[in-house]
């Protein structure tokens, strides 16, 4: 067998779209997605959302048979959309939800007019969008969301102005809050009342619209203020939106994000009931792996199986398992069989074992056994397709990868703290955290915090103090040693 031409899929589902329903698991949060009864995901990074956005964007043709028709509000890969919001951010929560109505509102109308679909009151609604700019001939993501922000920012500016409704000029007439008697007749209407006009069209015209929020963990994610002002308002629009028939908000979002926008509170939050969690125990991701496993030809002409007969119990995905690879790495009566194994080896302190990584570490496992290969070290026992060793080597990769581009990429602020701990010792106290960083045990306390929401420290109760432990997934790329510190 070839190894060079087995693969356990991307990592990263956005990379793999074409491929990714080949051996994509139904599992609830996705039947609930798909049927319609969920509207916001949670997960942790690497957890499988995007991988449901994508699904859903692959299964747009089976949607618009429902009547349903998909918008995304985001690229599904390179520089998000939000970008330019960065360098000039909304001022305020209300000029957040301003622009996100507004955003909304650009994307159906103009989904309705490349579909030839733009009459009666959205043709009203598209032909003010025109007249102050909101919409062009032609129109990309971030236009629109650029245009959106400079309206949003005008209007709520003119608006705070004493007895100020805008500027016809700039504004059109369209407000933020329910314009009065007077403005009425004018023929001022609110944001939401133009929603409100989308949204009864389509239900005249028999459509239903999903507009889907991904990647919300890049679009904002160099300033945590201007992150948490951008997606609360997100949730607000997606309250004020929740009630219509026929316009839809899926949002997609890590829960640990959401616990930061939410942790000193958010009255929407217990509110927001159509969720759905991602959540992955050791049955279901072994189903993950053998299930991509199966997609390899070579696998299934070396094993002589068929994959309709393996997915269809789990015993057999065990069994047939534990022919591609060996029982244990570590050969002994206490030690674990090699599927446990290797999930101790991607699990970070939150107890979390993503996909991604898991994903990550059986092709890394491939890689060092192409080159133990290249220099005539082969150590596969039969029908393994890779060695202890291979695995074993493996984990190195898949620990730097994790450490550098979610850790140290996302939490820069703690890049310093983390770096002190190589070549430590993996387990310690409030007391070797002290001395580690040389501060007093107030400031270790607030930063072994900090470390411990993010993952990088696993908690656990001590007789005596509390025990702060270094997961696997960070020890090999830091060369961090198992023990205590104490």
């Known amino acids: 067998m070839n190894l060079s031409n087995i693969s356990f899929g991307d990592r990263v589902a956005e990379n793999e779209a074409n491929t990714l329903a080949n051996y994509f698991v139904q599992t609830q949060p996705w039947n ?9 995901i949670f997960g942790s990074k690497g957890a499988g959302k995007s991988a449901l956005y994508t699904l859903l964007l692959n299964n747009a043709p089976e949607l ?11 690229k599904p890969t390179g520089k998000t959309v939000f970008s330019d919001i960065t360098t000039e951010p909304p001022t305020s ?4 939800v301003m622009l996100w109505k507004i955003y909304f509102c650009q994307l159906v109308v103009n989904w309705l007019i490349e579909n030839d679909l733009c009459y009666g009151n959205a043709k009203v609604v598209s032909d003010e969008l025109k007249r102050i700019g909101l919409l062009e001939e032609k129109n990309t993501l971030k236009r629109l969301v650029n245009s959106a922000k400079e309206f949003a920012k005008n209007i709520i500016n003119m608006e705070s102005i004493e007895g100020g409704v805008g500027n016809e000029g700039v504004t059109g007439k369209i407000t933020f809050r329910t314009p009065d008697r007077e403005l009425q007749k004018k023929g001022y209407k609110s944001i939401d009342e133009l929603l409100d ?18 990647r919300l963990d890049v679009a904002f994610d160099q300033n945590i203020d201007l992150e948490k002002n951008a997606l609360r308002a997100l949730f607000k629009t997606y309250r004020d939106i929740e009630e219509y028939n026929s316009i839809c908000v899926k949002v997609f979002l890590r829960d640990d994000i959401w616990d930061r926008i939410t ?12 969720t759905a969690n991602i959540t992955w125990n050791s049955r279901s991701l072994l189903n993950l792996i053998v299930s991509r496993a199966l997609q390899n030809p070579d696998i299934i002409e070396k094993f002589k199986v068929a994959k309709d007969d393996i997915l269809s119990d789990h015993e057999k995905q065990f069994e047939f398992y534990y022919q591609m690879f060996p029982q244990q790495v570590d050969i002994g009566e206490r030690q674990s069989d090699t599927f446990e194994w290797i999930l101790s080896r991607i699990r970070d302190g939150l107890n979390n074992t993503p ?10 496992s491939i890689t060092q ?16 397709i890779v060695s202890r060793l291979a695995i074993k080597n493996a984990a190195y990769e898949v620990s730097k990868v994790r450490t550098e581009q979610t850790i140290f990429a996302e939490y ?9 701990f190589e070549n430590k010792k993996a387990e310690h106290t409030l007391s070797t955290l002290s001395e580690i960083w040389d501060v007093d045990e107030g400031k270790a306390k607030a930063i072994a915090n900090q470390l411990a929401e993010v993952g990088f420290f696993e908690l656990k109760a001590a007789k005596n103090d509390q025990v702060y432990k270094i997961p696997f997934i960070y020890r090999f790329y830091l060369g961090i040693i198992q023990g205590k510190a104490y």
Do not use: M
Request: overall charge negative; hydrophobic content about 30%.
């Open 32 to 40: 609930r997605l798909y049927r319609g009864e969920v509207d916001v």
């Open 64 to 74: 618009q048979s429902r009547k349903i028709f998909l918008i995304s509000a985001e």
């Open 93 to 96: 929560e209300d000029e957040f």
């Open 197 to 214: 006009e989308l949204n009864d069209y389509l239900d005249e015209i028999d459509q239903t619209c999903w507009i889907l929020c991904d």
């Open 263 to 274: 942790k000193d509170g958010f009255r929407e939050a217990s509110h927001i009931t159509k």
């Open 355 to 364: 996909p991604r990584e898991l994903i990550h570490y059986y092709n890394e």
């Open 369 to 384: 056994e192409i080159k133990e290969q290249e220099i005539n070290n082969n150590k596969i026992e039969e029908p393994n």
């Open 412 to 420: 820069a602020n703690l890049r310093t703290y983390i770096k002190t």
